[in-house]
């Protein structure tokens, strides 16, 4: 239940983002979840509480992946420079 809530929030501003209006919002949100109009309209209203929730774990995501990015390069470098140096040494 509310993995689709979210899910349905998320498709929400993905699709305000894509510059639909609240009542296009509305209309496909409703048909594409088995909801009624009012759940999404609930949705647009309460925004206000839920939407930080989304930029903070955003936030936290990126974050994370910044940090395997680092760690990544930081272990890939001596694999690099061991082949580089086989291959001179040859």
Known sequence: ???KVLE???DLLRLEGN???PSEIVND???KYAVSAQSIYYDFETRY???PVFQEARRTFLAVLNKHNQLYRKASQPRFWAD???QISR
């Open 1 to 3: 239940m509310k993995g």
């Open 8 to 10: 349905r929030r998320l």
């Open 19 to 21: 510059g639909l209006s």
């Open 29 to 31: 949100l409703s048909q």
């Open 49 to 51: 509480v839920w939407e």
């Open 84 to 86: 580089l140096v086989w």
